[in-house]
């Protein structure tokens, strides 16, 4: 990038006051001549660039999370304002990734934000060729009458020798990345106490 060329813009003090404020205004003067020699900060700021502020200054709150997406682990800040998440990033007190975050983690935002995600229950019927939207209540009695049926039908008391079993092998949970860390905690003591075996999340944390 080059300075226009400022002997075409006539003579007088004026004009050299404008190429004076033109010249410093350059990013590359002012990364020569000023204290951001690398350019990444000051010399390369815009008058409006210098204007914004980060989301994360103006948060109400900040939650700390686990990403959800691998078994790696990574801490995360979750910024919030309106009760709205506004922005995630890494948490630099957490001691398995020091504030990093891989791509797939920094774009945790849109996981949560997307206009694309799915907010009601969606249930094809047996042989129904078509989704439909259920009430979250109706979906959940679903779910919970079909557990419990399928929990009686397969429950074991003991083994062949007469061994304590108390569990049961029709039931099993598996979880998706996108499950976070809270939730994952809460059924794997759910589906334990109700004697499941297989439970299983893809990302292990
Ligand atoms: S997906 Fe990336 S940010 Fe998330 S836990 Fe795995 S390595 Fe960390």
Redesign the pocket.
């Known amino acids: 990038m080059v300075p226009p060329d400022i002997g075409a813009r006539g003579h007088g003090r004026d004009t050299d006051m404008g190429v004076r404020t033109f010249i410093e205004g350059w990013p590359v003067y002012r990364q020569l001549t000023g204290s951001d020699p690398l350019g990444r900060g000051a010399a390369v700021q815009s008058p409006r660039s210098k204007s914004l502020e980060p989301r994360t200054e103006t948060a109400d709150s900040v939650a700390r999370s ?9 801490g995360q800040r979750v910024f919030v304002k309106d009760g709205k998440v506004v922005q995630i990033e ?1 948490d630099p007190d957490s001691p398995i ?1 020091r504030g ?7 774009a ?1 935002k849109s996981l949560v934000t997307s206009s694309l995600r799915q907010t009601k229950v969606r249930y094809r019927r047996p042989y129904g060729t078509d989704w439909e939207d259920l009430d979250l209540d109706v979906a959940m009695n679903m779910i919970a009458d079909r557990v419990v049926a399928a929990r009686n039908e397969t429950w074991q008391d003991t083994d062949a020798q007469g061994r304590k079993l108390n569990r049961t092998v029709g039931i099993a949970s598996l979880g998706g990345a996108t499950l976070d860390n809270e939730e994952n905690y809460l059924i794997k003591k759910l589906f334990t106490a109700m004697g499941a075996l297989q439970i299983e999340n893809q ?1 292990r944390i």
């Open positions: 686990v990403c959800p997406y691998c078994a790696v682990g990574c890494g990734s990093r975050l891989c791509p797939k983690g920094s945790s990302a």
